[in-house]
T-cell receptor, first 110, second 114 residues
């Protein structure tokens, strides 16, 4: 059974600091997706990672995928308050399905 | 842009009522999904459909059924609503393309069963 684990589950950080969210998964997959969710809202797509070594960047967020290690990271550079949200990774399990991570609730303090 | 819409943002129903949640996508996507999201449990897949009139159970199908009569529309049905079905329900659609199976989500329906 494919399992996806994110850590940390909760992250409180100061503005201007850097941090990394980790997404580990338990079986082979070369497709991984990152989403952002604001409170009470739906999921917004951030990054699509489709191969080993894929790296995508948007603003202060950068995502990478290491399929051999079964690990994806979401790196936050110089955090700002607007990045406060819950971040989910999702692994393509084949047969059209995703398996979602538990989510990381990020709070950036001014 | 892909647009996924859901029929209601907020819904309050009584125990035992039959509840219909509707989802429509406008990008001719083959695959559609229903999830529920609960605090501490993340997103859990209820049902998905990979073609018209085709459906597959997800991880928590008990107490739910679905209908997909047209490609753009995927309905979730609670035959007899119970309080433990109070949740946020999210619909999504996807297409296998150069982005893999990127899923696009609707705005969600927050269902309360009293």
């Amino acid at each position: 059974e494919l399992k996806v684990e994110q850590n940390p589950l909760f992250l409180s950080m100061q503005e201007g600091k850097n941090y990394t969210i980790y997404c580990n998964y338990s079986t082979t997959s070369d497709r991984l997706y990152w989403y952002r969710q604001d409170p009470g809202k739906s999921l917004e797509s951030l990054f699509v990672l489709l191969s080993n070594g894929a790296v995508k960047q948007e603003g202060r967020l950068m995502a990478s995928l290491d399929t051999k290690a079964r690990l994806s990271t979401l790196h936050i550079t110089a955090a700002v308050h607007d990045l406060s949200a819950t971040y989910f990774c999702a692994v393509d399990a084949g047969t059209y399905k995703y398996i979602f991570g538990t989510g990381t609730r990020l709070k950036v303090l001014a | 842009d892909v647009k996924v819409t859901q029929s209601s943002r907020y819904l309050v129903k009584r125990t035992g009522e039959k509840v219909f949640l509707e989802c429509v996508q406008d990008m001719d996507h083959e695959n559609m999904f229903w999830y529920r999201q609960d605090p501490g449990l993340g997103l859990r897949l209820i049902y998905f459909s990979y073609d018209v009139k085709m459906k597959e159970k997800g991880d928590i199908p008990e107490g739910y059924s679905v209908s997909r009569e047209k490609k753009e529309r995927f309905s979730l049905i609670l035959e007899s609503a119970s309080t433990n079905q109070t949740s946020m329900y999210l619909c999504a659609s996807s297409l296998l393309d150069r982005k893999g199976h990127e899923q696009y989500f609707g705005p969600g329906t927050r269902l309360t069963v009293t």
